[in-house]
């Protein structure tokens, strides 16, 4: 069981900043790409980004040259630098993790608010 928790998440006016956080502990072994996804009020889960192991990044459209992630193996932490935020960014982001023949883990959730 792969255990992910959030963190960073909070109130911005637009234009700002924020830095997401996500930290993985327990069976962390098999670990392989993780990702953000994030769900506002009344619509459906939707990915932000993604990393594997080697690097490789897929970002949603809406997000692309706003927000960066990036993954640290040696602290099994995987981050997402939201710049230029606009109200639209606002919902619960949600940290993902996938292991080969397992359930996808998912963590608790990180409100980001922006204001305009």
């Known amino acids: 069981q792969v255990q992910l928790v959030e963190s960073g998440g909070g109130l911005v006016q637009a234009g700002g900043s924020l830095r997401l956080s996500c930290a993985a502990s327990g069976n962390i072994f098999s670990l392989g790409t993780m990702g953000w996804y994030r769900q506002a009020p009344g619509k459906q889960r939707e990915l932000v980004a993604t990393?594997?192991?080697?690097?490789?990044?897929n970002y949603a459209d809406s997000v692309k040259g706003r927000f960066t992630i990036s993954r640290d193996n040696t602290k099994n932490t995987i981050y997402l630098q939201m710049n230029s935020l606009e109200p639209e960014d606002t919902a619960v982001y949600y940290c993902?993790?996938?292991?080969?023949?397992?359930?996808?883990?998912w963590g608790q959730g990180t409100q980001v608010t922006v204001s305009s």
């Open positions: 990393i594997t192991t080697s690097g490789r990044i």
């Open positions: 993902n993790g996938k292991r080969a023949y397992y359930s996808d883990s």
